[in-house]
């Protein structure tokens, strides 16, 4: 197995809040991992300096080979990363196809353009609402039309931040199916997630953050039975 | 030239610059620390407190009392504009930064339509004194104590007084200000009405020493925009600090080139300044400070 | 509903070079397509073609003038409309634009197409300076009404500038700056023509010239903003962050949108002066600066044809209203951009085509 993400030492603090202290990561290619932990952990955090979003104070990231802790965002997601936020980051204004359109422009042209957006289409469920503007579809069909922005164009590891969040229950299992099948076609998949039995359903592998440190690392099993993870989100929800 | 003298005659420059920035910024950042608006009507509030304080003063009032007076017509005919117009605005922005600009440009032409291109003035009162051989205005001592005694006058205003303690609520938390049982839309429009008057404060501490012209705001709008975006949203940590370095940028490049230089040493620095810390000083400061 | 239309590019054979950019005349950045729409293009320009013939000389030379304006109306719209930057100073490009035309100009004479030189070098040089100014606003990540606040300072700055340059020792080569007073003696556009070259001064030749550059523009910006830059612009526009994470340079963009909206001020400034050979410090002042925000605004900044209408359309009417004195237009300009601001905020154009166009679709139906 190759590693395609490898985080090492990372911190990052904002005047006396540390978001990162020290985090070690690896993600090997292919994997489907899921990063848990109670509000304020640093999730979010985690994901922005991913993203070049937030310059670390100290620490390394690399991703497929290349040391990219200095590059900015827009050249982080050239080489491969995609993102899907926690509040659907779409072109509300814009029809269903124009955001896609925006979304592969920069590496597809012309007729190959044209046949990623129907394969996105179909993907999504969203044939039928092609020239819709983003804005008015469900909630749900705009979670899964920023998914199908971020994976249109095959990038070799896609972040998700919550992507459930608000969904209902079918159309949760739905987007669970999707992101199987996403990780079949050998997407490497991370992502934030708070309802447990979403995780269940989509990682064999789980990261469990605590103030802005991993606490945890591992099977799915193992860390919902592990005691010091029950009394963290315990003690959070004490809050 | 013995060293009194000359420090004095840097001491008045510097005063000098740092009155003028102070007075034209405050009721601009007033408006945009608390409401999220550029004013460009900013101008036309201190043509209006200009022209107040001029022609009130001409009819024999004393001048502090013509000065009161311009400002009172600048914070009414404000507060009236934030009934009318702005308050239908404050989901946008932007727009409400164009609507202003409409009203500026409607204010000067009217005031140019109705009074005509100039109107006389008043002359600048106190005399002069003399230190070492030179002399000098007294009335632009008195601006520098007077804006001195504005920062002071604000600061008191915001944070000793209930209606500073709730402004700030508002602005910072406006849904948490409803709920607590504040009329925001209230406090919106006497912030707008502050601001104005602080504006038509600002013509009326100069309007003695300027020339009555309809298009005399623009005058004080680079500066005051200059010490704002330096400054950055928070008027008391941002732009008292930002308008003292921009005096000392402004009164040595006068002393040294000339008022234009003056003026392109500002811009040159505002530019550099958003280069290197977005946000303005207060930010920067705010940041340091943690 | 319509039967669902896919997008069948994958079964039409690739579209290249002039076909491709001619299919982005029509385009999800542009209002109207099909071929009602390019018929009333069509009728529109052969009106404004057969215009000279029914008008007299002066009449044609003020349309020429009000055609003089409209680069800067709709540089300011892909600015402000489709990349969402509030520019409120783009009269500093107009400005520089118009002394660089005369500068050149004078010193360097009018013969051989030199004008025309000088146009392109005055073009060139407001675009540089926009693109500049772009590189620290951008770079430095100023947003919102900081980009307005900035370019508004510059173009002060810049009028308070050549408002000083009274003084003799205030010249470039042959050409005084002249202060206040404004340059002038600069010859307008010269065709050079055996057996003597054509001067446009404002007349029939420079309308016609001026018309076409019009159309030129208008139809070019149709496929730029179609085409992926346009795309990009809008999405920047609709959602920044979004736009960065699918791997796109923001700063890159807006800044060379910005560029493109200070050249396209710049022509305006250039053809300015050259139809007036006059140019003054007050062309940058705050007042004109203005202007442009009323058109663009009054008009329609989110459409390209919007906001040429309405640029055309709100100068016409300042004009007519001029004969009444120019700070009665003035007043009715504001008066026009508050209430646009509150009542139409799309744009009284936009709003009117908006509507217009459903009409037109209700009836067919």
Request: contains cysteine.
């Amino acid at each position: 197995m190759t590693r395609i993400l490898e985080v090492a030492k990372l911190n990052k603090s904002f005047g006396g809040v540390t978001v990162a202290r020290d985090i070690d990561f690896v993600l090997e290619a292919g994997a489907m991992h899921c990063l848990i932990g109670p509000n304020g952990a640093g999730k979010s955090s985690f994901f922005r300096l991913l993203l070049g979003e937030h310059a670390p104070d100290s620490g390394t990231i690399g991703f497929a080979g290349d040391d990219i802790t200095a590059l900015r965002s827009f050249q982080r997601i050239r080489k491969g990363i995609s993102v899907k936020f926690q509040v659907p980051g779409i072109f509300k204004a814009l029809s269903v196809r124009q955001n896609l359109e925006i979304a592969f422009q920069y590496h597809l042209h012309g007729a190959s353009l044209g046949e990623t957006v129907r394969r996105v289409l179909e993907f999504t469920n969203l044939t039928g609402e092609i020239h819709t503007p983003a804005g008015v579809l469900s909630h749900g069909q705009q979670q899964w039309l920023e998914i199908g922005m971020a994976v249109g164009v095959e990038p070799k590891l896609l972040l998700l931040d919550e992507p459930t969040a608000g969904m209902s229950p079918d159309e949760t299992r739905k987007t669970g199916e999707m992101l199987h099948e996403l990780n079949a076609r050998g997407i490497t998949i991370l992502a934030v997630e708070h309802d447990m039995a979403f995780v269940q359903q989509i990682a064999r592998s789980v990261t469990v953050l605590h103030m802005g440190a991993i606490f945890a690392e591992g099977d799915i099993d193992e860390i919902t039975a592990h005691p010091g993870v029950q009394e963290i989100y315990l003690g959070a929800a004490d809050d | 030239m013995e060293f009194f003298p000359a420090s004095f005659s840097i001491f008045y420059q510097f005063g000098n610059a740092f009155a003028f920035l102070v007075i034209s910024c405050a009721g601009l950042a007033v408006i945009f620390g608390m409401m999220g608006i550029i004013n460009l009507a900013h101008g036309e509030f201190i043509m209006c407190g200009a022209y107040v304080t001029a022609s009130t003063a001409r009819a024999g009032l004393p001048l502090p009392l013509a000065i009161l007076c311009g400002t009172l017509t600048a914070a009414l005919v404000g507060m009236v504009l934030e009934r009318t117009i702005i308050r239908h605005l404050y989901h946008r922005p932007l727009d409400s930064i164009i609507a202003t600009w409409g009203i500026s440009l409607i204010a000067t032409q009217a005031v140019l339509i109705l009074l005509g291109p100039t109107m006389s003035g008043t002359g600048t009162p106190l005399g002069s004194m003399e230190v070492g051989e030179r002399s000098y205005s007294i009335y632009r001592l008195a601006l520098f104590a007077s804006a001195v005694g504005l920062l002071g006058g604000l600061y008191l205003l915001f944070y000793r007084t209930r209606f500073g303690v709730i402004a700030r609520a508002t602005i910072q938390r406006p849904e948490m200000a409803r709920a607590l049982g504040v009329d925001t839309r209230r406090v919106y429009g006497l912030t707008f009405g502050l601001g104005a008057g602080l504006a038509g404060l600002a013509g009326g501490l100069y309007a003695p020493t300027m020339t009555m012209v309809p298009t005399m705001g623009a005058t004080f709008i680079v500066e005051s925009f200059v010490t704002v975006v330096v400054g950055g949203a928070d008027i008391f940590v941002g732009a008292a600090p930002a308008a003292a370095i921009l005096a000392v940028i402004k009164a040595a490049l006068t002393a040294w080139y000339g008022q234009l230089f003056g003026q392109i040493g500002l811009l040159v620095a505002v530019i550099v300044v958003i280069r290197v810390m977005p946000g303005g000083l207060s930010a920067f400061i705010k940041r340091w400070q943690r | 509903m319509n039967p669902i239309e896919l997008p069948d590019a994958s079964k039409a054979p690739a579209r290249r070079g002039l076909k491709l950019w001619l299919s982005r005349l029509e385009g999800p950045q542009t209002m109207g397509r099909g071929p009602v729409f390019w018929a009333v293009v069509v009728l529109a320009v052969l009106a404004a073609v057969s215009y000279p013939a029914f008008a007299n000389d002066y009449v044609v030379g003020n349309a020429a003038y009000f055609f003089v304006w409209t680069f800067m109306a709709m540089g300011l719209g892909v600015v402000w409309g489709y990349c969402g930057a509030l520019s409120f100073g783009q009269t500093a490009f107009f400005g520089l634009a118009g002394y660089a035309y005369g500068v050149i100009t004078i010193n360097i004479g009018s013969a051989f197409g030199a004008t025309w030189l000088a146009l392109l070098l005055a073009v060139a040089l407001g675009g540089v300076f926009a693109l500049l100014i772009g590189y620290f606003m951008f770079y430095g990540r100023i947003k919102g009404v900081f980009v307005g606040i900035v370019t508004l300072s510059v173009t002060l700055v810049l009028e308070t500038f050549m408002a000083q340059t009274a003084g003799p020792q205030w010249r470039i080569g042959d050409a005084r700056l002249n202060g206040f007073n404004g340059m002038s003696g600069m010859p307008p556009l010269t065709v050079p023509w055996p057996g003597g070259d054509i001067m446009l001064y404002s007349g029939t030749a420079l309308y016609y010239v001026l018309l076409g550059m019009v159309v030129l523009c208008y139809l070019g910006l149709r496929v730029l903003l179609n085409a992926p830059f346009g795309n990009v612009l809008v999405a920047i526009r609709e959602n920044p962050e979004r736009a960065e994470m699918l791997g796109y340079d923001i700063r890159l963009y807006q800044m060379l949108a910005f560029g493109l909206g200070g050249a396209l001020a710049g022509l305006s400034g250039a053809l300015y002066t050259a139809w007036g050979q006059y140019i003054t410090p007050s062309s940058m002042g705050l007042t004109a600066a203005a202007l442009p925000i009323v058109w663009v605004a009054v008009g329609g900044r989110r459409d390209i044809t919007a906001t040429l209408l309405g640029c055309l359309l709100v100068i016409a009417g300042f004009q007519s209203l001029t004969i009444y004195g120019s700070q009665y237009a003035l007043v009715v300009m504001g008066a026009l951009l508050v209430f646009t601001v509150l009542v139409t905020p799309d744009g009284l154009v936009f709003t009117a085509i908006n509507r217009m166009g459903r009409l037109f679709k209700r009836v067919r139906r």
